[in-house]
């Protein structure tokens, strides 16, 4: 596609519900990345997949958030139970791949999750 | 570990004005730095990057960047302030290579005065 696209770009939930974001990154990027933006703030690190393979995730705030990215292009990060404190802005960003120099990582929409 | 600090939450200058953002960053290994710019209610757009070439960086809309290893410092510059440069700009600092995790700073919101 033209971009990276994130889908819902807005999702409201009650505390404890689960909600899952999906990603679609640029065609062909191999590496994705997701990051949660709170109010105010700079973007931070979650998860990183190179194709399949979740090659860290080691800025997951808890056991309650899960990524996947199955066939090595859509990813899904679902958050279980949620939490108001999960309230943030969650950016998707892919890049052709991690080794290659000066790739550029191409940041998605966001998605706006509201926890009540 | 890899950090950066962006030195006043918000800037506010004149249409026409010189901008300047002020970053600074820490890291163990030569760094790539980035400045993002991100409009309201959009995603984040890359404005320049440094990955050890020329340490002044150039990049889109007029707005240009210089590595100083010795101040650590990578602060945005800008001649001549436009409207449209109204927006939330976001330093950041990665290792490996450009396309590898990203540390950002807590950003700057740019005004612009008629």
């Known amino acids: 596609g033209a971009g990276v696209s994130q889908s819902p770009r807005y999702k409201v939930a009650k505390r404890g519900q689960d909600v899952a974001l999906r990603c679609d990154p640029i065609s062909g990027h191999v590496s994705l990345f997701w990051y949660q933006q709170a109010l105010g703030q700079g973007p931070e690190f979650l998860t990183y997949?190179?194709?399949?393979?979740?090659?860290?995730k080691s800025g997951l705030p808890s056991d309650r958030f899960f990524a996947e990215r199955p066939e090595g292009s859509v990813s899904t990060l679902k958050i279980q139970r949620t939490q108001q404190e999960d309230s943030a802005v969650y950016l998707c960003?892919?890049?052709?791949?991690?080794?290659?120099?000066?790739?550029?990582?191409?940041f998605g929409p966001g998605t706006r999750l509201t926890v009540l | 570990a890899q950090s950066v600090t962006q030195l006043g939450s918000h800037v506010s200058v004149s249409e026409g004005a010189l901008v300047l953002l002020r970053c600074n960053y820490s890291s163990s290994v030569p760094p790539y730095l980035f400045w993002y710019v991100q409009y309201p209610n959009q995603g984040l757009q890359l404005l320049l990057k440094y990955t050890s070439a020329a340490t002044l960086v150039k990049g889109i809309n007029g707005f240009e960047a210089e590595f100083k290893k010795s101040e650590t410092s990578f602060h945005l510059t800008k001649p001549s302030a436009h409207m449209s440069d109204a927006a939330e700009y976001f330093c950041?600092?990665?290792?490996?290579?450009?396309?590898?995790?990203?540390?950002f700073g807590s950003g700057t919101r740019l005004s612009i005065r008629p």
């Open positions: 997949f190179q194709n399949e393979a979740q090659l860290d």
């Open positions: 950041a600092v990665s290792i490996y290579s450009s396309a590898s995790k990203i540390i």
């Open positions: 960003a892919s890049s052709l791949e991690v080794t290659a120099g000066s790739n550029e990582q191409f």
